[in-house]
């Protein structure tokens, strides 16, 4: 290990010692000392010249980034970020700009207080590598999701989020997570019995011990996972690009919902997701989210170098109801017509050589909702396009007729890892040319049986790894997550599904310039 990822790990565990003392400090005790960062750092969304910096303060404070090239910090750079308090649950995000590509990014937040800036914390190191300009080094990023789900929090006596420090140990150049990131709609246990008579323990706190409705719960949520020493080393080595699905707000949700639910008092899904995608921007670096800015919408473009752009989509804030999905016309679908519009447009003009569209959700796998309703976009007939399918026949088919070359979808959702082929000649639907879609999960929650296919868009289930019984817990069924090794010479991208513990499950490798792969 090098002499860098040394003071990350120190940083860390000054961070896991900070929160333990946090916890037992008395008010009058923790307002005399100075800011401090116990919650860890992160970066996201880094690009070639640019990233973010997020930190938590426990306390009013004044966010400084320092960057260098070193980790010496001589000739460092330093940003002043804005001032952290209450209004953002003290949390804060700094934007880097004009960052050399391809360069390994050493940076160290400092807290000052407002009132006296000579007064600061101990400060917090974190890393991260820019994005190539050039092809050559290659591109390499992990990608997962469900975290925290199905009553399966952080057991200390497994040593929390194991999968976490196995990624961090494969120093990718970025994490893509693909939703559910956490479980605000599930709530903790202290334990639970096993069914061979082994005990689950969960980390407790009072956030999670209830579904969350109100800004602070939902806040308290995002703050849960960030407890785990795994996933704060994770977090100072490797950035994340970060996406929601259901569980950031509600089992299943969409807009204008109104919940049945007897756990809810709050039963308007609308102001449930309002407060969720606040707390999602305040606990997640994200270009688009950030409070105070302007956008305030999940999808966007990251992109990592002339190989790699990553489409991040949103199949939540625009989807229509949940319905049985026969529907023959249907303009609103999963995306919404403005970000499909925003999709098409991005995607023919990307010169990448790959485009990745992170999915929330899968494209042929049946998802249900309840008996007669659908979750994601597949609806169990495998015929002609109907429902959410028009719309994801309306992309495949400019695709095709665009000549856009190498796109290729990753998802998670399912808590299961498996590999589809899509294929016109096995499909009702003709006009798009083939691709791949890979899922990858659970990271830390519960494993479930594979699901069904749907016709429509001709899947055919390559490799599928997944337990025979609902809600497996992470004692008994290894966690999953993928890899994507993007070599700069040929441009060849491979993907890796892997398991907790270091198997490699399966892998497929792809060529570039093509509109469609073929299985080979």
């Not at 565990?13 to 946090?22: D, E, F, P, V, Y």
């Not at 679908?333 to 010169?351: H, M, T």
Request: net charge neutral; hydrophobic share 40%; aromatic share 10%.
């Amino acid at each position: 290990m090098s002499y860098d990822r040394r003071t990350v790990l120190r940083g860390s565990l000054a961070a896991s010692a900070a929160l333990t003392m946090g916890a037992a400090a008395s008010p009058a005790q923790a307002l005399r000392g100075r800011p401090g960062a116990a919650w860890g750092v992160q970066a996201g969304d880094v690009t070639a010249s640019s990233g973010l910096v997020w930190v938590r303060s426990d306390r009013p404070a004044r966010m400084i980034v320092e960057t260098s090239a070193t980790e010496s910090f001589r000739r460092a750079r330093r940003w002043h970020g804005p001032l952290l308090g209450p209004g953002t649950d003290f949390t804060g995000t700094t934007a880097l700009h004009g960052l050399p590509a391809g360069e390994q990014i050493h940076y160290r937040v400092t807290l000052a207080d407002p009132d006296d800036p000579r007064r600061t914390g101990e400060p917090v190191h974190g890393t991260f590598r820019t994005a190539p300009a050039g092809r050559r080094a290659g591109v390499r990023f992990l990608w997962s999701g469900d975290i925290a789900g199905q009553g399966w929090g952080i057991n200390p006596d497994i040593g929390g989020f194991r999968a976490f420090e196995e990624m961090r140990r494969l120093d990718p150049d970025f994490f893509l997570c693909s939703g559910d990131t956490v479980y605000a709609d599930g709530p903790l246990a202290e334990s639970v019995t096993l069914p061979d008579g082994r005990v689950w323990r969960n980390l407790m706190t009072e956030e999670k011990a209830k579904v969350a409705e109100t800004l602070a719960e939902y806040r308290g949520t995002f703050r849960y996972n960030l407890l785990d020493d795994n996933v704060r080393r994770f977090n100072a080595q490797v950035p994340t690009v970060a996406q929601w699905d259901d569980h950031e707000v509600r089992n299943n949700w969409y807009p204008g919902q109104i919940l049945d639910d007897p756990r809810y008092t709050e039963k308007d899904v609308d102001v449930l997701a309002a407060r969720a995608m606040r707390a999602f921007g305040e606990y997640f670096p994200v270009s688009t989210l950030r409070p105070g800015g302007r956008e305030g919408r999940m999808h966007r473009v990251v992109r990592y170098g002339p190989l790699l752009d990553v489409f991040v989509l949103d199949m939540r804030t625009y989807r229509n109801a949940n319905s049985p999905g026969r529907q023959a016309d249907d303009t609103t679908g999963i995306l919404g017509a403005e970000q499909l519009a925003w999709l098409k447009r991005g995607l023919s003009r990307s010169r990448a050589v790959w485009k990745v569209i992170a999915s929330d959700m899968p494209l042929g796998l049946v998802v249900p909702d309840g008996a007669v309703d659908f979750e994601a976009v597949a609806q169990d007939d495998p015929g002609a396009p109907l429902g959410r399918e028009l719309q994801v026949a309306e992309l495949l088919r400019f695709v095709k007729h665009r000549r856009i070359t190498g796109t290729l979808w990753l998802t998670a959702d399912v808590h299961y890892t498996s590999a589809q082929h899509y294929d016109p000649a096995r499909a009702a639907f003709k006009d798009f040319a083939p691709f791949w879609e890979f899922v990858s999960g659970p990271l830390a929650a519960g494993g479930f049986p594979a699901n069904a296919l749907d016709g429509t868009f001709g899947p055919d289930r390559v490799f599928v790894r997944a337990p025979e019984r609902a809600n497996v817990s992470p004692m008994e069924s290894p966690q999953h997550f993928g890899e994507v090794d993007i070599d700069g010479d040929s441009g060849e991208l491979t993907v890796r599904l892997r398991a907790e513990g270091g198997a490699v499950l399966f892998s497929r490798v792809l060529r570039p310039g093509r509109v469609g792969q073929s299985r080979g």
